[in-house]
T-cell receptor, first 116, second 113 residues
Framework: KAGVTQTPRYLIKTRGQQVTLSCSPI?????VSWYQQTPGQGLQFLFE???????NKGNFPGRFSGRQFSNSRSEMNVSTLELGDSALYLC???????????????FGSGTQLSVL | GESVGLHLPTLSVQEGDNSIINCAYS??????FIWYKQESGKGPQFIID?????DKRQGQRVTVLLNKTVKHLSLQIAATQPGDSAVYFC????????????FGAGTRLAVHP
């Protein structure tokens, strides 16, 4: 069974641009979450999607948005990029997103975004 | 492609020794806790989890201890191997919280032959 797949692996953008990152969850998983990882702030929750609906959101500005498609694949978008948006963006999937020992969260390898 | 912190606390151990990694969690209402391992260039990998109604859980070479009184988690790795070298994160969440995990800062484990 394939794991969580994220594309692209690396991305370089300049300030003011926008970017779209893609995530394909493990087959059968319907919950997709996004996390930002930086050396300064660590791993921080961005948002979670299930059945094309955002169910939970972290404390990030509105420039960060996401969506989920009917096949559970997800994209996240960052508009008007800032230098501080440079980070590893991680996607994770689970069956239903309700947490607990029957709902392990599996992470992809991430997209490394550099904003110049 | 690694964005893990460069100034994480580091635990250095000899191959074959036991390792103990500690973590303080923040929310007394959290009821589910997970340990993840992150190797360079990869995403976090699930190691072991524990629910708040337990104080100890064992896996293969790993044990997690939970002390709710002082909001403390620990991960014990038996007979540490070079392949265990990585950054280890604890995470807490509320069941039903739609995978909103709160991660600790991480500890780097360096295993020396």
């Amino acid at each position: 069974k394939a794991g969580v797949t994220q594309t692209p692996r690396y991305l370089i953008k300049t300030r003011g641009q926008q970017v779209t990152l893609s995530c394909s969850p493990i087959s059968g998983h319907r919950s997709v979450s996004w996390y930002q990882q930086t050396p300064g702030q660590g791993l921080q929750f961005l948002f979670e999607y299930f059945s094309e609906t955002q169910r939970n959101k972290g404390n990030f500005p509105g420039r960060f948005s996401g969506r989920q498609f009917s096949n559970s694949r997800s994209e996240m978008n960052v508009s008007t990029l800032e230098l501080g948006d440079s980070a590893l963006y991680l996607c994770a999937s689970s069956l239903e997103g309700y947490g607990g020992t029957n709902e392990k969260l599996f992470f992809g390898s991430g997209t490394q975004l550099s904003v110049l | 492609g690694e964005s893990v912190g460069l100034h994480l606390p580091t635990l250095s151990v000899q191959e074959g020794d036991n390792s103990i990694i500690n973590c303080a969690y923040s929310n007394s209402a959290s009821d589910y806790f997970i340990w993840y391992k992150q190797e360079s260039g990869k995403g976090p990998q699930f190691i072991i989890d524990i629910r708040s109604n337990m104080d100890k859980r064992q896996g293969q070479r790993v044990t997690v201890l939970l002390n709710k009184t002082v909001k403390h988690l620990s991960l014990q790795i038996a007979a540490t191997q070079p392949g265990d070298s990585a950054v280890y994160f604890c995470a807490e969440t509320l069941s039903g919280g739609y995978n909103k995990l709160i991660f600790g800062a991480g500890t780097r484990l360096a295993v020396h032959p």
